[in-house]
Antibody
Framework: QVHLQESGPGRVKASETLSLTCAVS????????WYWIRESPGKGLDWIAY?????????????NYNPSLKSRVTMSVDASKNHFSLKMTSVTPADTAIYHC???????????WGQGTLVTVSS | QSVLTQPPSVSGAPGQRVTISCTGS?????????VHWYQHLPGTAPKLVIY???NRPSGVPDRISASKSGASASLAISGLQAEDEAFYFC???????????FGGGTKLTVL
């Protein structure tokens, strides 16, 4: 059974960079689509970024970002360690949220989620 | 503001049936894209309870069902139990945005 575990700093100061990692066990990140999704107070859920590997000959993942966050977000993937990471720059209190990683498909259908890591941005 | 609209809360007594609506548009549910439903208890990983409009993953009780019509979908939970108390949110795809979209979530309270 696939298990996802997020790790993060817990608290970040405004204007700094947030770094998160999702460790995947029980399945390879070379299959499926893998997302970062955040759950903000009063704003619900929103996807941040996702990646997937294409055909078997494709050694590099396709990275995709939410247009509203694209200028501040970078995703990286380490297939050898079966984990992926997210960096978000210039954070503000509005970025305070629970950050989840999840496995799904092109249309969502997220069948496995991490329990999430709370990130609080202090001003 | 979420692309898919859900009521903020619903409630029902044990044993009763409740429904949760999810309203989209012509570029989401109305375009025929699948609707998926999740159960979420704060502090835990969300759980997929319905996929592809009406299908239950293994292990989800048949008290939970769903339907879709036009640009809307509904989740129904019959024979309410205390363990059903949670947040439920819907999810689909938006062809105009080219991204997955979520409902705002509905808090189900078992009275």
């Amino acid at each position: 059974q696939v298990h996802l575990q997020e790790s993060g700093p817990g608290r970040v100061k405004a204007s700094e960079t947030l770094s998160l990692t999702c460790a995947v066990s029980g399945g390879s990140i070379r299959s499926y689509y893998w997302y970062w999704i955040r759950e903000s107070p009063g704003k619900g859920l929103d996807w941040i970024a996702y990646f997937y590997y294409g055909g078997s000959a494709n050694l590099s993942p396709s990275l995709n970002y939410n247009p509203s966050l694209k200028s501040r977000v970078t995703m990286s993937v380490d297939a050898s360690k079966n984990h992926f990471s997210l960096k978000m720059t210039s954070v503000t209190p509005a970025d305070t949220a629970i950050y989840h990683c999840a496995r799904g498909g092109w249309n969502g259908r997220f069948d496995t989620w991490g329990q999430g890591t709370l990130v609080t941005v202090s001003s | 503001q979420s692309v898919l609209t859900q009521p903020p809360s619903v409630s029902g007594a044990p044993g009763q049936r409740v429904t949760i609506s999810c309203t989209g548009s012509g570029s989401t549910i109305g375009a025929g894209y699948d609707v998926h439903w999740y159960q979420h208890l704060p502090g835990t990983a969300p759980k997929l309870v319905i996929y592809g409009d009406t299908n239950r993953p293994s292990g989800v009780p048949d008290r939970i069902s769903a339907s879709k019509s036009g640009a809307s979908a509904s989740l129904a939970i019959s024979g309410l139990q205390a363990e059903d108390e949670a947040f439920y949110f819907c999810q689909s795809y938006d062809s105009s945005l080219g991204v997955v979209v979520f409902g705002g979530g509905t808090k189900l309270t078992v009275l």
